[in-house]
């Protein structure tokens, strides 16, 4: 194992743990001492694991990109305290929480690939909010992805735009607003046309676009996201 590279090696001590027969696979920081190339070619390995193997995992890390790809149930700690836990989607957008006001700020949320645009080079996505369109991703129809949505990249008007760049556009209800600092602040807006299936995505605005708006809680609006990513 010496001549194998960091990413390889991690590959070979997972494949050794499943052998076991585990009850539970832990894995703590696993891809914290390899470099980038190394964890972007490891990470679809471990979602293939998580995904096809019937033994809960247990993933320790402070990479919340790594996190968001790979966690269904999260539990947020600070110095050995439990500080919160529930299903990622929902933490990442709880607005008591320092993750939601982050200026990486965002929201995830499943979907599968429907169809592919080859003519513009665009794949749309099923999801709870809707059809969702994305860069052309290689992927056959029905697989299933994790999409992430930046706060950051999410605006907010009060009328569907006809005239605009923006593909993505879901209408949606105002359900939490906060201040972050002085200028700026982060809405909790749920989308979805069915009410059991709705969805939270977050916003990072000003503050005086979100008074120009009279943004308040159970005003209808539509999000427009500039950029949605595949994890």
């Not at 964890?39 to 993933?59: A, N």
């Not at 099923?126 to 369109?133: F, P, Q």
């Not at 760049?165 to 749920?190: C, K, Y």
Request: glycine share 4%; hydrophobic share 45%.
């Amino acid at each position: 194992t010496e001549q194998l590279s960091g990413g390889e090696r991690q590959r070979v001590s997972i494949a050794r743990a499943l052998c076991a027969s585990p009850r539970l696979l832990l894995m703590d920081e696993p891809l914290s001492a390899l470099d980038r190339a190394s964890k972007q070619r490891l990470l679809p390995f471990i979602e293939t694991v998580c995904r096809e193997f019937s033994v809960p995992v247990l993933y320790v890390s402070h990479a919340l990109d790594e996190v968001a790809r790979l966690a269904d149930h999260l539990v947020l700690m600070d110095i050995g305290q439990i500080l919160a836990d529930g299903p990622i989607s929902e933490l990442l957008t709880r607005l008591d929480l320092n993750l939601a006001r982050d200026h990486a700020a965002e929201s995830i949320l499943v979907a599968s690939i429907a169809a592919h645009d080859e003519e513009y080079g665009l794949s749309y996505l099923e999801s709870a909010i809707g059809r969702i369109a994305v860069t052309r991703v290689p992927l056959p129809l029905g697989t299933p992805v994790r999409v992430r949505i930046a706060a950051r990249d999410v605006s907010i008007t009060l009328a569907h735009q006809q005239q605009t760049s923006i593909l993505n556009i879901f209408p949606g209800t105002v359900e939490q607003l906060a201040d972050v600092g002085e200028s700026q602040m982060i809405a909790r807006i749920t989308v979805g046309a069915q009410a059991d299936k709705q969805v939270p995505i977050l916003a990072r605005l000003t503050r005086l676009s979100a008074a120009r708006l009279e943004l308040v809680v159970g005003k209808a609006v539509y999000v427009q996201a500039k950029s949605v990513a595949l994890l």
